[in-house]
């Protein structure tokens, strides 16, 4: 079993900045993947960002492209993901999600463990 909890979330105006955490425990695999990914209300849950393990290769969905920034620390097991100019659109609810083997970085089948969610308002 692996537990993700992530953190950092709340309330901001737009243009400001939040900075997300994902914490993972358990039995995790030496190397494994990290996404985020993000849900509205009424819509669905969307890929955001990710970030492999070793290479830390990532990869971001285009509408946070150039104001996101994701990276890991993997001696703590931790992803972070920096938000930057945010925009009213970026309210969701935040969820990391953990993948021992990423084909698809933006098709959740992949992922095998969520985090709770940390949720993220922005104000206009």
């Known amino acids: 079993q692996v537990q993700l909890v992530e953190s950092g979330g709340g309330l901001v105006q737009a243009g400001g900045s939040l900075a997300l955490s994902c914490a993972a425990s358990?039995?995790?695999?030496?190397?494994?993947?990290i996404g985020w990914f993000r849900q509205a209300p009424g819509k669905e849950r969307e890929f955001v960002a990710g970030?492999?393990?070793?290479?830390?290769?990532?990869n971001y969905a285009n509408s946070v492209k150039g104001r996101f920034t994701i990276s890991r620390d993997n001696a703590k097991n931790t992803v972070y993901l920096q938000m930057n100019t945010l925009k009213p659109e970026d309210t969701a609810i935040y969820y990391c999600?953990?993948?021992?083997?990423?084909?698809?970085?933006?098709?959740?089948?992949?992922?095998?463990?969520w985090g709770q969610g940390t949720q993220v308002t922005v104000s206009s």
């Open positions: 970030i492999s393990s070793v290479a830390q290769i990532t």
């Open positions: 358990g039995r995790t695999f030496s190397t494994y993947y």
């Open positions: 999600a953990y993948s021992s083997l990423v084909v698809s970085p933006m098709s959740q089948s992949q992922y095998s463990y």
